[in-house]
């Protein structure tokens, strides 16, 4: 569990809200994740109903959502989610808690979720994952992780003079919490991020 993990969870609601009139980026996630996600959609069944998770302004959940998929979309900052309705209308948004999701068991074909893990208890967001997602479901996760055992880090959020906590598990870590949940890992690479961070990127199968 992170320390003081209400706390986090609030201030990363409240900095990311704050932040949201000026945070665009545009098509540079697509310049990062484009050939990730797009190898990602080719193994889904047409029209397949997706749940992204962490989704922030919504770019690319417009993007899938062009692409003739059914997207909901969740984000803990209601800042975010009100852009995001604004310039993405053909996407279901809504402000929701990534350990508390508001959707029935085996709801959606697939699920995306994408650099957001580091701000929860990374149990919680897989074991809601699992329970959302149909059996034979895919999933995408890009998540952040340490470069070599599980740690905590603590940083300051300059936009509301609040601090928080970064939870970043081991690699290792990460794929064994995705086998306890009876999830198969059919793909995965690694590569730096940060000074102290990973990205982990996983292509999942809920079996």
Known sequence: MIRNYEKTKSTTA????KIAPNYNSGKKWYEKDGESIDRFLSSLVPNAR????????????GYVASKEYMVTA????PGMIESAKME?????????????????????DAVICRYMSQHVDLDRLLAQISRVTKSDGKCWLMLHTALDTTTSLEFGWEEIEEKA????????????LIQNINMEVTSYKSYPDRSKMMNDELYVLKV
């Open 165 to 176: 906590i970064m939870w970043l598990p081991s690699s290792d870590k990460a794929r064994e």
């Open 88 to 108: 993405f209308p053909e996407v279901t948004f809504q402000v929701m808690d990534a350990d508390e999701l508001d959707f029935s068991e085996n709801s959606f």
């Open 14 to 17: 409240k900095a990311y809200s």
């Open 74 to 77: 969740v984000d803990i900052a």
């Open 50 to 61: 997706i749940l992204s998770i962490g989704c922030g302004k919504g770019e690319l959940e």
